[in-house]
């Protein structure tokens, strides 16, 4: 065959790539791992594998796009075209805008379940909100308005196989932090693509800003690909390779527990008539699981699961009269202002509660005054103060997209106004 020589060291990088997000997920020095012969996978912030066969290579995830993922693809496979790319979902860090595509893998095939291009449609028509959600989930600016998607040119629903040079894959389909996820399997080598049913963390399950996930389908899905009983298993996250027995057990095995634990212990809960709150409160991972390197809290945690499951089994109301028609919380908070009529009374409770350890209440209590008064000065102050003390001991990147957003809120406000 014939090959077009390619040249992926010039390629621009994609707009969507802030590199002051974290060195973790954007590590300096990128370089591919070789899984097994011809198997390779890169791992960090979002990753992506791909095989080399005789007639070409399949392409597993984009890694968000960027240049050195092919550079490294290309140093790899030397000048073997893409001829097929899986997305293991429809997560716009896995799959790949149209001027990518025709940049990295022209004439290849897309191969994806079938509710991607439904995925794609949807954050289409949701693109303000979508923009507005991710710029501060991730402390991003806002991205740029307008894509492109490559969408896909195969669709499948339950599995689907082929083989290109002598090599087969097999895909079959789960749901977990998508409902279009697939899992890439390679039989004649034991390895898995496990997309984002694993990111060398605790599986974001519940986001404060999206729908809930598939708890259940995430279990079921982890559960078959042990049941494969592979040699390796590669996550969609993180540089977390699981390699060999011991750590696949250690590594999937923990997650199925930390997923089957919290599942089970909402639905009790539910069962006995217990309030969601109560749940958030005193839901927590046993120690030997709390402990787990496979499960740190530092992309999404424990509450957000609770909160997650819960809805996904239940309504959004939480049986107290007030919250079935809401009004804007301003209209409480105001009558509630104007009782207690001393505004210096509540921010000094709320700095005592502060100093005792009890954030969430302080945090409530300034809210009363900043929801009936956003330009509150001193409550501005006070909450900028709080956000910078959380963004030193919180490490879970979901809920410091949050305190990110009010500080910079609160710093531009005041810049602005003292
Ligand atoms: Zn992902």
């Not at 402390?139 to 339950?158: C, F, N, Q, T």
């Not at 409160?281 to 496979?294: K, Y």
């Not at 006070?382 to 030193?392: G, K, S």
Request: net charge negative.
């Amino acid at each position: 065959m014939n090959y077009q020589p390619r040249h992926f060291q010039d390629l621009p990088e994609p707009e969507s790539i802030d590199r002051s997000l974290s060195p973790l997920m954007f590590p300096a020095d990128l370089h591919a791992v070789e899984i097994a012969g011809g198997v390779y996978w890169i791992g960090a912030g979002s990753s992506a594998g791909w095989v080399v066969t005789s007639e070409g290579v399949v392409l597993i995830d984009s890694g968000m796009g960027r240049r050195e993922v092919f550079e490294e693809l290309e140093r790899t496979a030397g000048d073997a075209p893409i001829r097929y790319m899986v997305y293991t979902h429809g997560h716009e860090d896995h799959i790949l805008l149209e001027d990518r595509f025709a940049q990295v893998a022209p004439g290849a095939q897309v191969i994806a379940h079938g509710f991607v291009p439904e995925r794609l449609r949807k954050y289409e028509e949701l693109r303000p909100h979508i923009n507005r959600i991710n710029s501060v989930q991730f402390h991003l600016p806002m991205p740029v308005s307008e894509r492109a998607y490559k969408y896909p040119d195969i669709l499948y629903w339950d599995s689907y196989s082929f083989e290109l040079g002598g090599r087969k894959f097999e895909l079959f389909h789960g749901r977990g932090e998508t409902d279009d996820a697939t899992v890439v399997y390679l039989p004649d080598d034991g390895v898995v693509f496990a997309g984002d049913f694993l990111i060398s963390a605790l599986p974001n399950l519940g986001n404060p800003y999206k729908v809930p996930r598939y708890c259940r389908g995430w279990i079921e899905t982890l559960e078959r690909i042990l049941a494969l009983n592979p040699a390796a298993v590669a996550p969609g996250h993180g540089v977390g390779l699981l390699r060999g027995e011991q750590e696949i057990q250690a590594g999937v095995g923990d997650t199925v527990r930390a997923l089957r634990f919290l599942h089970d212990e909402v639905v009790r809960r539910l069962n006995e008539g217990q309030q969601l709150e109560q749940m958030v409160a005193e839901v927590r991972l046993p120690p030997e699981l709390e402990e787990s390197p496979h499960l740190r809290q530092t992309y999404s945690r424990v509450e957000f699961a609770v909160m997650a499951i819960h809805r996904s089994y239940t309504g959004w109301f939480d049986s107290d009269p007030s919250d079935l028609l809401p009004l804007p919380r301003r209209a409480i908070a105001h009558e509630l202002r104007t009782l207690i009529g001393d505004d210096k009374a509540i921010i000094s409770r709320a700095e005592a509660l502060w100093s005792e350890g009890r954030r969430q209440e302080a945090i409530e209590l300034v809210q009363i005054i900043l929801r009936d008064v956003p330009d509150h000065v001193e409550a501005r102050q006070t909450r900028l103060r709080w956000m910078e003390t959380l963004l030193q001991d919180d490490r879970c990147v979901m809920s410091r997209g949050a305190w990110h957003s009010f500080a910079d809120q609160d710093r531009a406000f005041l810049a602005e106004n003292v």
